[in-house]
């Protein structure tokens, strides 16, 4: 099994993506953290607990992260896209358990250095709790297997500015030491998650399963509404469930080239974007020098019914 910490601004696909993490045979989740972002991290940090003792999971840690970006100090939200409650504003109201007493940060450095060599982390929100632990502990890159990023984008056009996806753009700073850091990356941008779709029929695995999958399902309603927008009706995306699938290679990925990543810090338009040397497409440039950056590009986007799947087959006991 491959072990993984997630660290979530748990909104509307940050609860799918916990929920393939937490339900997968082949995937040992040991802890998950909270950071700021689709919603405020007391927010994120409810839903995340909510998520894992709905899939019956609620021995894995949730330790809460970061509230605002690492040095800037514009904070926003993105209720708009994920309900006021990060869940569709379909949140069934059901009190949670305890946060861990720990910080996101710590949290990822005291199991990093357990399991030496042997962990993933995915984080799916803003890097702030990622930066922040490579802060406290610059040893970090040479102790994980690698970093599965949701954020990002080579070739598509960003989604919270015309340049800049939203993870990247909450906290550019925070992404930009992430990703100068020595550490194997798997940048799972925009290029490839805009292409995993989950169309109404799709939808309909989830409604014909169990009640974490119709809970899925209820709170996917408004965020769906929000998307198809620009595809004539109903229809939702699984982007951070795309990172986990890479780092647990489960993900059938055709085209990923190795190259180096910069974020853009400027306070100008192209604020937040990851520039991605792609060049190489024009022609085949030599391997670039101290690249550790696997951009996925394309995929097989059957990944979605896998992961449906599995949401659907799970059953409450008792
Ligand atoms: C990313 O931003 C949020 O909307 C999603 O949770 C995902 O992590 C997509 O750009
Ligand atoms: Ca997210």
New binding site residues.
């Given amino acids: 099994t491959v072990k993984m910490i997630l660290d979530c ?1 748990t ?4 609860t799918m993506a916990i929920m393939y993490a937490a339900l997968h045979p082949d995937i040992d989740l040991l802890a998950v953290g909270s950071v700021w ?2 919603v405020d991290v007391p927010t994120a940090t409810r839903n995340t607990i909510h998520t894992l003792e709905l899939v019956g999971r609620g021995d894995v840690p949730v330790a809460q992260g970061a509230a605002g970006p690492l040095l800037r100090k514009d904070t926003y939200f ?1 209720y708009f ?2 309900g006021d409650d990060g869940q569709g504003n379909v949140y069934d109201g059901a009190p949670v358990g305890p946060a861990a007493d720990t910080t996101a940060a710590q949290q990822i450095i005291d199991i990093v250095h357990a399991n030496p060599g042997e962990v993933w982390l995915v984080p ?2 803003p890097l702030t709790n990622i930066a922040t632990a490579l802060a406290l502990d610059p040893e970090l890159p040479g102790l994980v297997a690698g970093v599965s990023i ?2 990002g984008n080579a070739l598509a056009p960003g ?2 500015t015309p340049v800049a ?3 990247i753009a909450h906290d550019a700073e925070a992404a930009a030491a992430v990703f100068r850091a020595p550490w194997p990356i798997i940048m799972a941008g ?1 290029d490839v ?1 805009m292409k995993v779709v989950i169309t109404p029929e799709r939808r309909a695995v989830l409604d014909a399963g169990g009640k974490a999958a119709q809970y899925m399902s209820r709170i996917m309603q408004h965020y769906g509404d929000f998307i198809g927008q620009s595809f004539g009706g109903w229809i939702a ?1 699984m ?2 469930t795309i990172a986990v699938a890479a780092a647990a290679g489960t993900l059938t990925i055709n085209t990923a080239p190795v190259v180096n990543v910069e974020i853009d810090c400027s306070d100008g338009p192209s604020h937040g974007a990851t520039v991605c040397d792609m060049r190489g497409l024009y022609a085949g440039f030599p391997p670039q020098e101290g690249a550790h950056c696997t951009v996925l590009l394309d995929i097989e986007e059957s990944i979605a019914d896998e992961v449906l799947a599995l949401i659907a087959a799970y059953r409450r006991p008792g």
């Avoid at 909104?11 to 940050?14: E, K, N, P, S, T």
């Fill in positions: 601004d909104g509307v696909d940050d972002g689709n993105a896209v994920h799916v929100g949701m954020g989604n919270a996806e939203a993870n925009l998650t995306t982007h951070d």
